[in-house]
């Protein structure tokens, strides 16, 4: 069974920091794609940023320059580092993982999501 763990989330004050982590744990053969979405109450769930097995970051316009995804492959854990917080940037996050089980079906899961809340 695959389990995403999520920290980081919090509240801070506008133009502050903050970094997200998620680490996946379970029987797993390979990660493909690792990332990172935020959803707002009434809203869709939309795609904050994402990096592939080869390290090609992705990322909203929202986000761009603001925001960094990495990843280290060794602890199966993805990052998130928000830097100029915007209260726009308010949500819920949830960390998404694509991989191969090791039955070798693909397979996504997420995490439970964690709140990040900016205040002005």
């Known amino acids: 069974q695959v389990q995403l763990v999520e920290s980081g989330g919090g509240q801070v004050q506008a133009g502050g920091s903050l970094r997200l982590s998620c680490t996946a744990s379970?029987?797993?053969?390979?990660?493909?794609?690792m990332g990172w979405y935020r959803q707002v109450s009434g809203k869709q769930r939309e795609l904050v940023a994402a990096i592939t097995s080869g390290g090609s970051a992705s990322y909203a316009d929202s986000v761009k320059g603001r925001f960094t995804i990495s990843r280290d492959n060794a602890k199966n854990t993805v990052y998130l580092q928000m830097n100029s917080l915007k209260p726009e940037d308010t949500a819920v996050y949830y960390c998404?993982?694509?991989?191969?089980?090791?039955?070798?079906?693909?397979?996504?899961?997420w995490g439970q999501g964690t709140q990040v809340t900016v205040s002005s």
């Open positions: 998404k993982l694509d991989y191969y089980s090791q039955y070798y079906s693909f397979t996504t899961v």
């Open positions: 379970g029987s797993i053969s390979s990660i493909n794609t």
